[in-house]
């Protein structure tokens, strides 16, 4: 039973305090003992791009490999799957009816954007809203268990049709085209910037390198999208979105416990530990508003209508 004090801990959307040392292991640098695991979880989440969340925990190697072995049963659920799809419905709902946002295909093709290039657009940003509530749900069950000592999931009064799996979804080709800041010209990296200062990140999510990819587009999306950061509805929303990840979470079709002393037997020394922490509770507080974020880009996508 949670405690009334750590049950509001737990709901409370939260930064952490200090600076986080964040230091991922991208796809093409990882090693032939570690790709497989990169690739299974791509392949069981159905996504083509390994989320720099799990980029980040794959430095802490010993405890990544055990999370992902955890976690991946329910990741291949019934239950996982029609979740992280209400995650997803919730954002756009919410979004839609919070804030008055411009369709931007008008002012795209004044720029030069043919129908081609903004169904580019709008398929690009259909893989990040498809696995960003995935890489959520993932990133909270990590976060509960290590942070806060919680086993989750497995509870066998559930509708055992929740933890069938479900039908294979194959999305993991090709990767993304993303531009890196080091590859920015002066233009897109002062978007870059700005990103990074607005939400206080010390770095690009691969959602915005891969709209990096049309500089002009990011600016105007960035540009609409900014004034509703940290507003009251937008806070609002990410708090639903967060207490929706872990009620998803709390109820996982199978379980998943690795807490500080498991990760400790894992392989990992207190220092490691602690880091991983913070690590951790940095991308579950960011995802519900990159969520929030591709929302917002997507709703301005959408063809203007005559009223």
């Not at 010209?185 to 990140?201: F, H, M, P, Q, R």
Request: hydrophobic share 40%; charged share 25%; glycine share 4%.
């Amino acid at each position: 039973m949670v405690s009334e004090q750590l049950n509001q801990t737990i709901k409370a959307l939260q930064r952490p305090e200090r600076d986080v040392p964040v230091r991922p292991l991208p796809e093409h640098r990882v090693d032939a003992e570690l790709a497989p695991t990169y690739q299974d979880l791509k392949a069981t989440l159905g996504v083509p791009w390994v989320g720099v969340i799990t980029q980040a925990v794959a430095h802490y190697r010993p405890f990544f490999v055990e999370a992902w072995r955890q976690f991946q049963p329910s990741a291949r659920s019934h239950y996982f799957e029609s979740c992280c799809d209400a995650i997803r419905l919730t954002a756009w709902e919410q979004a839609g009816d919070a804030f008055d946002i411009e369709s931007r295909t008008g002012s795209l093709r004044q720029l030069g954007y043919s129908d081609t290039e903004l169904a580019q657009i709008r398929a690009t940003l259909d893989v990040f809203d498809y696995g960003n509530p995935k890489y959520l749900v993932l990133a909270t069950a990590i976060q509960q268990s290590l942070c806060h000592g919680r086993k989750l999931g497995g509870d066998p009064a559930q509708n055992r049709r929740d933890s069938m799996p479900r039908a294979p979804i194959y999305q993991t080709d090709p990767i993304p085209t993303m531009i890196e800041e080091h590859h920015a010209v002066e233009s897109l990296n002062a978007v870059y910037e700005d990103i990074k200062a607005t939400l206080n990140l010390p770095f690009v999510n691969s959602d915005y390198k891969a709209m990096g990819r049309w500089p002009s587009y990011l600016a105007l999306a960035w540009g609409d999208l900014k004034p509703s950061i940290d507003s009251d509805p937008y806070v609002r929303i990410r708090q639903l979105i967060h207490e929706q990840a872990i009620a998803t979470a709390e109820k996982l079709p199978h379980t998943y416990f690795l807490d500080r002393t498991r990760a400790i037997q894992a392989g990992l020394s207190e220092e490691q530990t602690d880091e991983l922490m913070q690590v951790i509770s940095l991308f579950q507080w960011l995802l519900s508003g990159l969520i929030l974020n591709v929302t917002h880009f997507k709703l301005a996508m959408r063809e203007k209508t005559n009223k």
